[in-house]
């Protein structure tokens, strides 16, 4: 954990004036999100002033696990899936508000929403794959290599006496 000390950025997002501290000082910096949380949580455990802090991660990286092959057949079958629900939603909401042929829009909205999802994704899948460009499917998530917990200069003494004094049982 690293010590108290004032830190050069001053944490003000523009436009985000809930994201800002005044005067924020690092109480650590730690190799994981769990680790941060863990101090968060022990200082509300203390009935610390919680709202005065932040976890700030930096050194931001995308990671990107591949998963697949994209084929047409894959991407249609998830489109139609996709559009069967949709079209099934819809034809909840006509049949709630509809005074005469309630059935007739359970059974075909779900099929019409089914087929253009299909469609579409047919002529997404044509241009999205030109060239072999993009033939695979992909989960992506952020990551930071470090996070450091923030807290505002006015109460940043109580918080690291609490956390000098271990862990709270």
Same mark, same amino acid.
């Given at each position: 954990?690293s010590?108290?000390?004032?830190?050069?950025?001053?944490?003000?997002?523009? *436009?985000?004036?809930? %994201?800002?501290?005044?005067?924020? &000082?690092?109480? #650590?910096?730690?190799?994981?999100?769990?680790?941060?949380?863990?101090?968060?949580?022990?200082? !509300?455990?203390?009935?610390?002033p919680? $709202?005065?802090? &932040?976890?700030?991660?930096t050194d931001?990286?995308s990671?990107? +696990?591949? !998963? @697949?092959?994209?084929? =047409? =057949?894959?991407?249609?079958?998830?489109?139609?899936?996709?559009?069967?629900? &949709? #079209?099934?939603?819809?034809?909840?909401?006509?049949? /709630?508000?509809?005074?005469?042929?309630?059935l007739?829009?359970?059974i !075909?909205?779900?099929? %019409? *929403?089914? %087929?253009? @999802?299909?469609?579409?994704?047919?002529? *997404?899948?044509?241009?999205?794959?030109?060239? @072999?460009? +993009?033939?695979?499917?992909?989960?992506?998530?952020?990551?930071?290599? +470090?996070?450091?917990? /923030?807290? $505002?200069?006015?109460?940043?003494?109580?918080?690291?006496? %609490?956390l000098?004094? @271990?862990?709270?049982?």
């Open positions: 954990m010590t108290m000390t004032a830190t050069t950025d001053p944490t003000t997002i523009p *436009g985000f004036p809930a %994201l800002a501290l005044d005067y924020p &000082m690092s109480l #650590g910096s730690y190799a994981d999100y769990r680790h941060a949380q863990q101090v968060v949580d022990d200082l !509300t455990d203390r009935g610390f919680v $709202e005065n802090l &932040m976890i700030v991660g931001l990286r990671m990107e +696990r591949v !998963t @697949g092959r994209l084929t =047409r =057949r894959k991407l249609a079958a998830a489109a139609g899936l996709s559009g069967l629900w &949709m #079209g099934l939603f819809v034809g909840i909401a006509f049949a /709630l508000f509809s005074t005469h042929g309630q007739g829009f359970l !075909t909205t779900p099929l %019409l *929403g089914a %087929l253009f @999802g299909v469609i579409w994704s047919q002529l *997404g899948f044509r241009a999205a794959t030109r060239g @072999g460009a +993009r033939d695979f499917v992909s989960i992506t998530q952020m990551t930071a290599s +470090r996070y450091e917990v /923030l807290v $505002e200069h006015h109460v940043a003494a109580q918080a690291h006496q %609490l000098a004094a @271990g862990p709270h049982r």
